[in-house]
T-cell receptor, first 117, second 111 residues
Framework: GAGVSQSPRYKVTKRGQDVALRCDPISGHVSLYWYRQALGQGPEFLTYFNYEAQQDKSGLPNDRFSAERPEGSISTLTIQRTEQRDSAMYRC???????????????FGEGSRLTVL | QKEVEQNSGPLSVPEGAIASLNCTYS??????FFWYRQYSGKSPELIMFIYSNGDKEDGRFTAQLNKASQYVSLLIRDSQPSDSATYLC???????????FGTGTRLQVFP
């Protein structure tokens, strides 16, 4: 497809289970970002990649959260031992270039809504 | 202190009026400033970006930047009901690729 694709769109899991959220960016986009968005709030930065290199993971809440982008395209955000407070919309975005004036032009996917029971 | 601050609103304006949305940021090293629009239940989409002090106009939208005051605003002229959405201000973190978003201002344009 032409846009950023995220899967699953909806995920319901029990507390303590691991979840993996997938993001397929726009073809050729260098940068890939993960955000978390609570209802009524703006997107909260988690981490981002340029190509396969993780540039900044300062927004990951704790060591239960990790992300990878091994071949510089598809990325996976993994949450281990999920907790109820992890429930949120997880959004992936990609950008054509790293740095420069176009770097902030993010194209967002539809998001993965995670519910932890 | 939040890095990017916006009034959550809602800001209610009548159709045809000018809507003024404001944003302040804390990082003096920021160089790039963006406005995203997010309709209810949808993902954010970029509508404007500005890098230099002053005004930048694009159709009914004008972005204004004042780096000395660490202030960026978005004016929407001739507001339409279809402009009703949440407007997110986003700022780069110390001229890196990391983009920080505010909480957004909900705009309601009534007929």
């Amino acid at each position: 497809g032409a846009g950023v694709s995220q899967s699953p769109r909806y995920k319901v899991t029990k507390r303590g289970q691991d979840v993996a959220l997938r993001c397929d960016p726009i073809s050729g986009h260098v940068s890939l970002y993960w955000y978390r968005q609570a209802l009524g709030q703006g997107p909260e930065f988690l981490t981002y990649f340029n190509y396969e290199a993780q540039q900044d993971k300062s927004g990951l809440p704790n060591d239960r959260f990790s992300a990878e982008r091994p071949e510089g395209s598809i990325s996976t955000l993994t949450i281990q031992r999920t907790e109820q407070r992890d429930s949120a919309m997880y959004r992936c975005a990609s950008s054509l270039e790293a740095g420069g004036t176009v770097a902030g032009e993010l194209f967002f996917g539809e998001g993965s809504r995670l519910t932890v029971l | 202190q939040k890095e990017v601050e916006q009034n959550s609103g809602p800001l209610s304006v009548p159709e045809g009026a000018i809507a003024s949305l404001n944003c302040t940021y804390s990082d003096r090293g920021s160089q790039s400033f963006f406005w995203y629009r997010q309709y209810s239940g949808k993902s954010p989409e970029l509508i404007m970006f500005i890098y230099s002090n002053g005004d930048k106009e694009d159709g009914r939208f004008t972005a204004q930047l004042n780096k000395a005051s660490q202030y960026v605003s978005l004016l929407i002229r001739d507001s339409q009901p279809s402009d009703s959405a949440t407007y997110l201000c986003a700022v780069d973190s110390d001229n890196t690729d990391k983009l920080i978003f505010g909480t957004g201002t909900r705009l309601q344009v009534f007929p």
